[in-house]
Nanobody, 125 residues
């Protein structure tokens, strides 16, 4: 069992940066592949980034590649999403998730077992 709590969302101007954090509880955090997803009003939840349980592999959606960076600290049970060069189209509720058995499955939200409550990111133009 893993509980996830996101923080760090807020309002930022286009071109700015935000850092989202996901704090996990549970002794098995370090065994989970982790992902960040986002959902804008009226749209489906979409994949943003993923990191393997060891932190050695990462994967990004094309829309955020080169602007966002995912990282994790298994000693602190945290996953961080550093977001730079933000655009208005990045506006969404961002969710942290844990679960896929294989890293190749991390793009699909249906493969995740645990989700946080989400944090709002709003980028003004």
């Amino acid at each position: 069992q893993v509980q996830l709590v996101e923080s760090g969302g807020g309002l930022v101007q286009a071109g700015g940066s935000l850092t989202l954090s996901c704090a996990a509880s549970g002794r098995t955090f370090s065994t989970y592949n982790m992902g960040w997803f986002r959902q804008a009003p009226g749209k489906e939840r979409e994949f943003v980034a993923a990191i393997s349980w060891s932190g050695t592999m990462t994967y990004y959606a094309d829309s955020v590649k080169g602007r966002f960076t995912i990282s994790r600290d298994n000693a602190k049970n945290t996953v961080v999403l550093q977001m730079n060069s933000l655009k208005p189209e990045d506006t969404a509720v961002y969710y942290c998730a844990a679960g896929p058995r294989y890293f190749s499955e991390t793009y699909n939200p249906g493969n995740y077992n645990y989700w946080g409550q989400g944090t709002q990111v709003t980028v003004s133009s």
